[in-house]
Structure formats: structure tokens, C-alpha cells
Antibody, heavy 122, light 110 residues
Framework: EVQLLESGGGLVQPGGSLRLSCAASGFTFSTYAMTWVRQAPGKGLEWVSAISPNAVGTYYADSVKGRFTISRDSSKNTLYLQMNSLRAEDTALYFC???????????????WGRGSLVTVSS | QSALTQPPSASGSPGQSVTISCTGTSSDVGAYNYVSWYQQHPGKAPKLMIYEVSKRPSGVPDRFSGSKSGNTASLTVSGLQSEDEADYYCSSYAGSNNLLFGGGTKLTVL
């Protein structure tokens, strides 16, 4: 059974940093692209970042480019999102999601975690 | 790039059909057959219902179907059931390694 479990969220002041983790199990982690999607309270979904299976390709939404860094550790079956220079508008529930195919990450995400809440406030 | 446009709400009675639209541009929905639909119940993670415009993942009832015409994609739910009441989001590849989501549609089963 595929499982994705996010952690690392919390309350942080504007300008601060936080690192989210997503522990994956139930599939061959190293062969699938992975994605981060966020949802502000009461709002819709917003794509944040994606990473290719071999971590060579990393992709970011314009809203987080230069501030967030996605990475993965296949030895630990874990996906990460390093978030720096956080802003109030980054407040959201952050989901990690598994790519549907082993290749292109943008086609669809077939399994999602339950999310980790990040609150940016002074 | 702007989010895809979905109606804020849709509704139907049990057993009826309802269609939710997702309008983009010739640079996203119109350019690629990479439209997906996700169902999200309150407090839950999104669930993939349709991918590549009209394909259903294993386990998704065939009451759910997807289509596309020009810059607009659609999700149709036939034979509405109470458990279909949820938020639905479309997404589309927009080129240059960018993915767009729609604003979401709240489906109410009357």
C-alpha cells in the first residue's frame, strides 16, 4: 500500500525557514517523480514544486522560485522541501504527491499525503 | 500564468448527471492532453479521478468521465451519489515545466 507521510510543518515568523519531509513507502520511490502542492486555508490547490526520479530535474512555481528547494533521498525514501524567506502568503497545508508515471511529473499525481501545515506569522 | 477557471459551485439530485467545466487557454488546456481532475472531501487529501483528459485510474467508478474541447475541459459525474459531494479541481500542464490548477468547484448533491 502506497503511503506518504509529511512532517516538519509549524509556526514560523516571516523571513524564517522550515524544511518539510515526506516519507514514502509501498512503491519504488527512486523510479517516480514527486511533487509538492499547497492549499491555503479555505482556498484551492496550487502547484509548488516537482522533482524527477533521479533528482536531476527540479521545477518550481514562480511564486516560490529562488526561495524553496526540492530534494530527495532515495536511500531514505524521503522527499524534502526547504523553504526559506517565508512570507505570510506561504501559509498553507503542504501535500506531497507521487507521480502517476515513472516519467513526466506533470501528467498526474495518483497518491497524496495528508499534508503538513505551515503557518507564517509574527 | 493564471489559474484555470472553474465554476465555484455545481449541484444535482441523486441519479442525475452534472458537468463541471475547466477553462484555460491555448497555452495550457488547449495545447496539451494532460488535464487531470481531483476530488477532495473536507479535511482529506485530493484523490485522482481522471488523467490525460479522459482516462480513469483503477478503482474510480465509470460514472466519472472526462473530455476536452478546445481550451475547455469537462468532468461529468453521472448517476450522482451522496458520496460524490466534494470539491473538484482540474489541473493542466502549461508547458515550460509549469502546472496549473483550477480554483475548484464545490459539488452539492441535493
Amino acid at each position: 500500500e502506497v503511503q506518504l507521510l509529511e512532517s516538519g510543518g509549524g509556526l514560523v515568523q516571516p523571513g524564517g525557514s522550515l524544511r518539510l519531509s515526506c516519507a514514502a513507502s509501498g512503491f519504488t520511490f527512486s523510479t517516480y517523480a514527486m511533487t509538492w502542492v499547497r492549499q491555503a486555508p479555505g482556498k484551492g490547490l496550487e502547484w509548488v514544486s516537482a522533482i524527477s526520479p533521479n533528482a536531476v530535474g527540479t521545477y518550481y512555481a514562480d511564486s516560490v522560485k529562488g526561495r524553496f528547494t526540492i530534494s530527495r533521498d532515495s536511500s531514505k525514501n524521503t522527499l524534502y522541501l526547504q523553504m526559506n524567506s517565508l512570507r505570510a502568503e506561504d501559509t498553507a497545508l503542504y501535500f506531497c504527491a507521487k507521480g502517476f508515471y515513472t516519467g513526466s511529473w506533470y501528467i498526474a499525481a495518483d497518491y497524496w499525503g495528508r499534508g503538513s501545515l505551515v503557518t507564517v506569522s509574527s | 500564468q493564471s489559474a484555470l477557471t472553474q465554476p465555484p459551485s455545481a449541484s444535482g439530485s441523486p441519479g442525475q448527471s452534472v458537468t463541471i467545466s475547466c477553462t484555460g487557454t491555448s497555452s495550457d488546456v488547449g495545447a496539451y492532453n494532460y488535464v487531470s481532475w481531483y476530488q477532495q472531501h473536507p479535511g482529506k487529501a485530493p484523490k485522482l479521478m481522471i488523467y490525460e483528459v479522459s482516462k480513469r485510474p483503477s478503482g474510480v467508478p465509470d460514472r466519472f468521465s472526462g473530455s476536452k474541447s478546445g481550451n475547455t475541459a469537462s468532468l461529468t459525474v453521472s448517476g450522482l451519489q451522496s458520496e460524490d459531494e466534494a470539491d473538484y479541481y482540474c489541473s493542466s500542464y502549461a508547458g515550460s515545466n509549469n502546472l496549473l490548477f483550477g480554483g475548484g468547484t464545490k459539488l452539492t448533491v441535493l
